[in-house]
């Protein structure tokens, strides 16, 4: 990832903070496949956040992970402008939806599924927010 040319290039980390950051993208990593399968964990966010962190720590790894084929589209889709795909939208809401059932309709104390919607809720509102990239269509 090229970075913005009015700022001034970062300070290479030190080996340590590299071994960190690696370990974190790879944390992410298996939070986003089990996000992929679990409801309520998300999948986009633990993606990005390794794509963050694989940038700064592992030019191989980060490599691995743009070129992905179910993770690539949405590192380089947040790297053009913030965009996120309807499809990672509506799954984020179908998912928050059916785990914010499950919280109301199972012995869930009350304090704690009332929170959990109010984040989800917000988050969701802030997702629907992010552009999506427009998609070009040849003319028929």
């Known amino acids: 990832m090229s970075e913005h040319p009015s700022l001034p290039p970062r300070p290479p980390l030190s080996a340590p903070m590299r071994y960190l950051l690696l370990v974190f993208a790879w ?9 992929a399968i679990l409801p309520g964990m998300p999948t986009t966010v633990f993606v990005l956040m390794a794509a963050w962190a694989a940038a700064r720590s592992s030019p191989r790894f980060s490599h691995w992970l743009e070129n992905h084929r179910l993770f690539g589209s949405m590192i380089r889709d947040w790297r ?32 704690v599924a009332i929170s959990a919607t109010v984040i989800m809720l917000v988050i969701l509102v802030w997702l629907c927010c992010r552009p999506e990239r427009a998609v070009i269509r040849a003319a028929d």
Not at 27 to 35: D, S, Y
Not at 100 to 105: E, K, N, T, V, Y
Request: aromatic share 8%; hydrophobic share 55%.
């Open 27 to 35: 944390l992410c990593v298996v939070l986003a496949i089990i996000g």
């Open 80 to 111: 053009a402008g913030g965009y996120v795909s309807r499809r990672a939208k509506w799954s984020a809401g179908i998912t928050m939806a059916v785990s914010i059932a499950i919280l109301f309709l199972t012995p869930t104390p009350r304090i």
